[in-house]
């Protein structure tokens, strides 16, 4: 893949989109057997757990659609596995972020997804993560705060002309604000990568200026790695687990094996969802390493 060249007044070249795009889909399919060799204790540990959560949270947590019962409303037991549940997922994620990250950029053969929780690469990702998602936070939390002031005036109003103006003119700030959230982190997204492979100080300042120019080609690359099979998953899933299901149930009463059809159609397509998404999760981190190796080490990335 070869360094494409912006105009005269960027510092960096702009980065290759498509070319980017292709070489992680092709790095992760090369690679995917080690993955699997490395990945499927961790994998086969979040699918117990999930199934479990999920089996507990069905009944408990979705017996009514219509008003489901908040976090704390739940009992302690399904709190807990909750909790442990996103920590696991978090974790396992987290650990293979970092793995393929030092798999692209330092050429580092994988290890067992886990191991890597003791280092200090892990921790470093792990913060940079929560600081990055605080400040595509911020200007979505800011752009929420004239609803408490203005919604319930406008609902008085009986929706009339000037509460749907008020309400376009909340709806418009909102996705302002969330475009505000991804150029932020965008621009910052670099320092993930850079944190999994210990390249000294966080370069803050850095990945700010680099990226200038790019900002939606970060951004859409990004929604070209994650989305895709992402939503097949879900499609595919939603309807193998879904179809068989109703199928069976097809010359029922509706009204009695409604609630336990979906319960069961969730279970089975979240859980195989939530595993399909961190097991393509590579694609993503390998977009991020080739842009970090594309804006930091200024050479063309090498297929891995």
Same mark, same amino acid.
């Given at each position: 893949?070869?360094?494409?060249?912006?105009?005269?007044?960027?510092? *960096?070249?702009?980065?290759?989109?498509?070319?980017?795009?292709?070489?992680? *889909?092709?790095? *992760?399919?090369?690679?995917?057997?080690?993955?699997?060799?490395?990945?499927?204790?961790?994998?086969?540990?979040?699918?117990?757990?999930?199934?479990?959560?999920?089996?507990?949270?069905?009944?408990?947590?979705?017996?009514? +659609?219509?008003?489901?019962? @908040? +976090?704390?409303?739940?009992?302690?037991?399904?709190?807990?596995?909750?909790?442990?549940?996103?920590? #696991?997922?978090?974790?396992?994620?987290?650990?293979?972020?970092?793995?393929?990250?030092?798999?692209?950029?330092?050429?580092?053969?994988?290890?067992?997804?886990?191991?890597?929780?003791?280092?200090?690469?892990?921790?470093?990702?792990?913060?940079? @993560?929560?600081?990055?998602?605080?400040?595509?936070?911020?200007?979505? /939390?800011?752009?929420?705060?004239?609803?408490?002031?203005?919604?319930?005036?406008?609902?008085?109003?009986?929706?009339?002309?000037?509460?749907?103006?008020?309400?376009?003119?909340?709806?418009?700030?909102? #996705?302002?604000? *969330?475009?505000? @959230?991804?150029?932020?982190?965008?621009?910052?997204?670099?320092?993930?990568?850079?944190?999994?492979?210990?390249? =000294?100080?966080?370069?803050?300042?850095?990945?700010?200026?680099?990226?200038?120019?790019?900002?939606?080609?970060? +951004?859409?690359? #990004?929604?070209?790695?994650?989305?895709?099979?992402?939503?097949?998953?879900?499609?595919?899933?939603?309807?193998?687990? =879904?179809?068989?299901?109703?199928?069976?149930?097809?010359?029922?009463?509706?009204?009695?094996?409604?609630?336990?059809?979906?319960?069961?159609? /969730?279970?089975?397509?979240?859980?195989?969802?939530?595993?399909?998404?961190?097991?393509?999760?590579?694609?993503?981190? =390998?977009?991020?390493?080739?842009?970090?190796?594309?804006?930091?080490?200024?050479?063309?990335?090498?297929?891995?």
């Amino acid at each position: 893949m070869s360094l494409a060249n912006g105009p005269p007044q960027l510092p *960096y070249p702009k980065l290759p989109f498509s070319s980017t795009v292709r070489l992680s *889909y092709s790095s *992760y399919f090369r690679n995917l057997a080690d993955l699997l060799r490395v990945a499927w204790p961790a994998l086969l540990l979040v699918t117990a757990v999930a199934g479990l959560t999920k089996w507990q949270q069905g009944p408990e947590a979705f017996g009514d +659609f219509t008003a489901p019962p @908040s +976090f704390w409303a739940v009992s302690a037991w399904l709190r807990a596995l909750l909790l442990i549940d996103t920590t #696991l997922t978090i974790v396992v994620a987290v650990s293979i972020a970092v793995t393929w990250h030092r798999l692209i950029i330092l050429k580092e053969p994988p290890s067992l997804i886990g191991r890597n929780v003791a280092t200090i690469n892990f921790w470093r990702y792990v913060v940079i @993560s929560l600081v990055l998602g605080a400040l595509g936070l911020v200007p979505v /939390m800011w752009s929420l705060l004239p609803i408490g002031y203005i919604l319930p005036a406008s609902l008085i109003a009986n929706m009339n002309i000037h509460s749907e103006n008020t309400l376009l003119v909340l709806t418009l700030g909102l #996705l302002v604000a *969330y475009c505000v @959230s991804a150029v932020i982190i965008a621009r910052l997204c670099l320092l993930l990568p850079a944190s999994a492979v210990g390249r =000294g100080r966080w370069p803050i300042r850095e990945a700010w200026e680099r990226t200038r120019g790019n900002v939606w080609r970060l +951004f859409w690359g #990004l929604v070209f790695t994650t989305l895709p099979l992402h939503l097949a998953a879900k499609f595919t899933f939603g309807r193998l687990v =879904g179809y068989p299901i109703f199928a069976r149930n097809a010359g029922a009463d509706l009204e009695e094996n409604l609630a336990a059809d979906l319960i069961l159609t /969730m279970i089975g397509s979240d859980v195989l969802v939530a595993v399909v998404d961190l097991l393509i999760l590579p694609i993503s981190i =390998g977009f991020l390493s080739y842009a970090y190796q594309h804006f930091f080490e200024h050479r063309p990335a090498q297929p891995t």
